[in-house]
């Protein structure tokens, strides 16, 4: 389970990622960074937006921003889905997934 719980606390992590990745400081555009990444965490939880965060770096890219992390989204969750056996509990009640 992911300890980021906030935007905040996303933007930080995606912050120092690109710090890693990058070799410099992410300068921050508060407004935007923290909304893109709040609607995410409503969308899809913390701990898959965790996973995409860190699948976005692992790849090379031009560009790292809040920005093209959202648009890069879908696939990511792609990449970084659980495999079948581990979403079902309940083979019978499942079956239609």
Same mark, same amino acid.
């Given at each position: 389970?992911?300890?980021?719980?906030?935007?905040?606390?996303? /933007?930080?992590?995606?912050? =120092?990622?690109?710090?890693?990745?990058?070799? +410099?400081?992410? #300068? &921050?555009? @508060?407004?935007?960074?923290?909304?893109? /990444?709040?609607?995410?965490? =409503?969308?899809?939880?913390?701990?898959?937006? +965790?996973?995409? #965060? &860190?699948? @976005?770096?692992?790849?090379?890219?031009?560009?790292?921003?809040?920005?093209?992390?959202?648009?890069?989204?879908?696939?990511?969750?792609?990449?970084?889905?659980?495999?079948?056996?581990?979403?079902?509990?309940?083979?019978?009640?499942?079956?239609?997934?």
């Amino acid at each position: 389970m992911s300890d980021l719980k906030t935007p905040s606390e996303f /933007l930080d992590r995606f912050a =120092s990622l690109y710090k890693d990745k990058v070799g +410099e400081f992410y #300068l &921050r555009t @508060y407004g935007r960074d923290q909304k893109i /990444l709040k609607d995410l965490l =409503s969308q899809i939880g913390e701990d898959r937006l +965790e996973a995409c #965060l &860190r699948a @976005y770096f692992d790849r090379n890219e031009k560009i790292y921003s809040p920005v093209y992390f959202k648009v890069a989204i879908n696939d990511l969750m792609q990449i970084t889905r659980r495999e079948k056996k581990e979403i079902l509990k309940n083979e019978e009640e499942d079956r239609f997934l």
